[in-house]
C-alpha cells in the first residue's frame, strides 16, 4: 500500500511532468492541447503525407508545407485546428531529422 503523503506527492507533480513532456513545441504554433504525436504517417503519391494523430484524426498535410520543425523526440507530431466545418487542418508539423 502506498503512504498517503507520497500519493498526495504524485498527484500533485504529476501533471508538472506531463506538462513539460513536449515544452519544445513552438507556442506561436501550437501546444500540449493542440499538437499530437503520431501514431501512423503515410506518405501520400504527391508527396505529401496523411498523419494519423494519436487521438485518431487524421490530417492531410501537402508536400510544401511551410511550418514544418525538427521533432526532439525522433517521432512525428502534428498540430491542428478544425475548421468551421470540423475538418482538421495542420497548423505545424514536427518532423525527426527535420532541419
Known sequence: ???R???VLLLVFAPLGAARAHSWYDPRCCNDRDCRRATNVEMLEYGG???TADTGIVVDVPANFARTYPSQDNDFHVCYYFTWR???VARCLYVPGAS
Open 49 to 51: 503525407r496523411r498523419i
Open 5 to 7: 503523503s507520497l500519493l
Open 86 to 88: 470540423g475538418e482538421p
Open 1 to 3: 500500500m502506498i503512504p
